[in-house]
């Protein structure tokens, strides 16, 4: 069984950093791109960041490029998101996800095979 779990999140205030980690149980990510999605009290969930399989592309959404940074490590079993100049609009609960290629989890919706079940993230103005 394929599990990802999350972690980094926490109590930021605007303006700072936080880097989420997202590490997978079962085989490693070299094979699979992975993205982070992000979930808002009363909002739906919605795409921020992926990674292809190789590192080598990357893709953000409008709101978060230039503050956010996504990256996996050289053993390809973790995926990080680098988060800065964290503004209150950033709250919401991170989630990571598993997909075959970086077109399909930018894609909407999203298709990936494993989730994380998420890591929470608190911005205060």
């Known amino acids: 069984q394929v599990q990802l779990v999350e972690s980094g999140g926490g109590l930021v205030q605007a303006g700072g950093s936080l880097r989420l980690s997202c590490a997978t149980s079962g085989r490693t990510f070299s094979m699979y791109a992975v993205g982070w999605f992000r979930q808002a009290p009363g909002k739906e969930r919605e795409f921020v960041a992926a990674?292809?399989?190789?590192?080598?592309?990357?893709y953000y959404t409008d709101s978060v490029k230039g503050r956010f940074t996504i990256s996996r490590d050289s053993a390809k079993i973790t995926v990080y998101l680098q988060m800065d100049t964290l503004k209150p609009e950033d709250t919401a609960v991170y989630y990571c996800?598993?997909?075959?290629?970086?077109?399909?989890?930018?894609?909407?919706?999203?298709?990936?095979?494993?989730w994380g079940q998420g890591t929470r993230v608190t911005v205060s103005s």
């Open positions: 996800a598993r997909g075959d290629t970086l077109g399909l989890l930018i894609r909407t919706p999203p298709s990936a095979d494993y």
């Open positions: 990674i292809s399989r190789s590192g080598g592309n990357t």
